[in-house]
């Protein structure tokens, strides 16, 4: 299982370790440089003072002359310093007497610093020189032209590395000391960090962990913890403004689905219980009825409840057709206007002709039915309804408005909501508030809309917007359900 702490310690410790260990590698080898160049510097000032030893007579045989110089970090016995003075043709005339007999080893290849092997075994270091011996005639001559001379001699001047290498251990293991340190210390500067910058995540995890199904009111405090983490604990608490709402939407639907059923189940244990104490042969046609009527109710509650949790779910499948929406509209409207017209309603129609839609059929019709059985239920007597039906860029839109009492903007979220009524202006005695919630699971079922605004204080609008169907294509739709309804007719 991934860690963010493993991994941000790992990162971090390898990254510093990394840096540290490259920083000391470039010291080391800085150093190391700086001090060979001065090490080889003094070998060639060293080399410079012997070569001064080598002169030249007027017969051309090189000869070596020390008169005064100090020679004796070259003396006999001691293995510190060497040299050895040779000819053009690489033959020996003058060594130091630390060399004794024995010629020392190079390259020839010009002046030039190497590492080589001493007598004793240990590791040198050697500076080769070619350069002109001084003569006599060279100081008649001009220093420019004896500068220029041909070289008739080299010298090889070679020192033991002994020191130069003990400080490079030292510096080395100076710095592998540090470095160690550095590690030890990033190990557990790193480790603190990583584990003080990862303790709001620690305590939200153990905040997060309390929460249950009773406790979403509770809110995570954002005060104080780090500018990164600040939008995590906003979702966070936006996620539980949402859950608590959708919990008290599922108690507030449990408790409604309760109560509109408890009345029905009443009302046929009352017929029930009625019938059995005073037995009537001639009111048993009546409570037959009146129980069927019931039954009828319930039963269309109970398939408006399963249609939603169907759309909910995501299972609610509906199969569309080219439907003609005016006529459709005309069709719904014959239950209503009987209604309408005693209750002295002002019903005006505005609706375009030859409007197709892609929906279905019994959807549609369930639809319009519940739209208008809702705005002839809650007009105000004597109040007007409004239907338009038009084209609208690449919709085509269904727009009722009717009048309203007691309703407000802060309304309008709720009324598709399943059982919700308002009271006085959204209550009756026979519908039970699932009417709006239907023709919203239907909509979307359809790739439809719905919305509800309100124009002014005395006016709702609901709008129903259409995916348009092919003209040619819903013709032929439409005349084959005609034929199939005539056909159904004449077998019926």
């Not at 001559?141 to 008739?152: E, G, L, Y």
């Not at 929406?325 to 005006?348: D, F």
């Not at 309203?404 to 919700?420: I, Q, T, Y």
Request: glycine fraction near 6%.
């Amino acid at each position: 299982m991934k860690s963010i702490r493993r991994h941000l310690t790992i990162t971090l410790l390898a990254a510093v370790l990394a840096l540290v260990v490259a920083a000391d590698a470039l010291v080391y080898l800085f150093a190391q440089s700086r001090l060979l160049v001065e090490f080889d510097r003094a070998l060639t000032a060293k080399a410079h003072m012997v070569m001064g030893m080598v002169g030249e007579d007027r017969a051309g045989h090189l000869e070596f002359d020390s008169g005064d110089a100090d020679l004796s970090d070259f003396g006999a016995g001691r293995t510190s310093d060497y040299f050895q003075v040779l000819r053009a043709d690489g033959s020996s005339f003058a060594r130091s007497p630390s060399l004794g007999s024995n010629d020392l080893q190079h390259p020839s290849q010009g002046q030039r610093a190497f590492d080589i092997h001493l007598l004793d075994g240990q590791m040198g270091r050697a500076i080769e020189i070619h350069f002109k011996a001084h003569s006599d005639e060279d100081e008649e001559k001009d220093s420019r032209t004896a500068a220029q001379a041909q070289p008739n001699a080299y010298i090889v001047l070679a020192r033991s590395r002994r020191d130069l290498d003990g400080t490079l251990r030292v510096l080395g293991g100076s710095l592998l000391v540090a470095a160690l340190i550095i590690a030890a210390g990033t190990i557990a500067a790193v480790t603190f960090s990583v584990r003080r910058g990862l303790g709001p995540l620690y305590r939200l995890g153990r905040e997060v962990d309390g929460i249950a199904a009773d406790t979403l009111a509770h809110r995570f405090d954002a005060r104080g913890v780090p500018s990164e983490l600040r939008p995590i604990y906003d979702r966070l608490n936006g996620l539980l403004e949402r859950l608590n709402k959708a919990f008290a939407r599922e108690r507030r639907f449990t408790s409604d689905v309760a109560h509109e059923l408890r009345t029905p189940v009443a009302e046929l244990r009352a017929l029930a219980e009625v019938a059995l104490k005073w037995p009537d042969p001639s009111a048993a046609p009546q409570n037959f009825r009146d129980a069927l009527n019931i039954a009828h109710h319930m039963d269309g509650m109970i398939s408006t409840l399963l249609s939603i949790a169907r759309q909910n779910a995501g299972v609610l499948a509906a199969q569309l057709e080219p439907v003609e929406l005016s006529s459709s509209l005309n069709q719904a409207w014959e239950a209503h206007a009987k209604l309408a017209a005693s209750r002295n309603l002002i019903v005006e129609w505005t609706m375009a002709p030859d409007l197709w839609v892609q929906a279905n059929r019994s959807m549609l019709a369930g639809m319009l039915e519940n739209l208008l059985a809702n705005a002839v239920t809650y007009t105000p007597a004597g109040g007007t309804i409004i239907g338009r039906v038009a084209r609208e860029g690449d919709r085509i839109r269904f727009s009722l408005t009717n009048t309203c009492e007691n309703l407000s903007p802060d309304d309008l979220p709720h009324l598709f909501e399943p059982f919700w009524r308002k009271d006085t202006a959204r209550t009756g005695g026979v519908n039970c508030g699932l009417g709006l919630s239907l023709v919203k699971v239907y909509a979307a079922a359809m790739n439809a809309a719905i919305d509800a605004d309100m124009p002014d204080s005395s006016h709702v609008c609901f709008t129903l917007s259409f995916v348009p169907a092919l003209a040619n294509t819903a013709r032929a739709s439409e005349n084959t359900w005609k034929n199939s309804q005539v056909t159904a007719d004449k077998y019926s």
